[in-house]
Nanobody, 126 residues
Framework: QVQLVESGGGLVQAGDSLRLSCAAS????????MGWFRQAPGKEREFVAT????????YYADSVEGRFTISRDNAKNTVYLQMNSLKPEDTAVYYC???????????????????WGQGTQVTVST
């Protein structure tokens, strides 16, 4: 399994930007499809974005499309989530996850991801 450690969360105001990072260790990073998920208080975990092994393909939830960008640096074993134009409804714990799915496709769900980080809190104030 791969070990994942998120960082970069914090308290920001609406309209601000944050960049989350997720450092991976263990098995070869490039064998994993990577994803970001989030969970707000009292709500179920929801999908945010995924990225293919090479980084050439990405997919976003409608709620973040155009504001968030997922990327990866395979040389650094790190995946990023650049979050712009943040809104109070983006407040949540953000989790990085790794999937050994054989193929990358837009329908990958949380259950397809076998390794998870501990999460990093993002709070957006009005």
């Amino acid at each position: 399994q791969v070990q994942l450690v998120e960082s970069g969360g914090g308290l920001v105001q609406a309209g601000d930007s944050l960049r989350l990072s997720c450092a991976a260790s263990g098995r070869t990073f490039t064998t994993y499809v990577m994803g970001w998920f989030r969970q707000a208080p009292g709500k179920e975990r929801e999908f945010v974005a995924t990225i293919s092994r090479s980084g050439s393909s990405t997919y976003y939830a409608d709620s973040v499309e155009g504001r968030f960008t997922i990327s990866r640096d395979n040389a650094k074993n790190t995946v990023y989530l650049q979050m712009n134009s943040l809104k109070p409804e983006d407040t949540a714990v953000y989790y990085c996850a790794a999937s050994s799915a054989r193929y990358y496709y837009t329908g990958l769900k949380g259950a397809d991801f076998g390794s998870w980080g501990q999460g990093t809190q993002v709070t957006v104030s009005t």
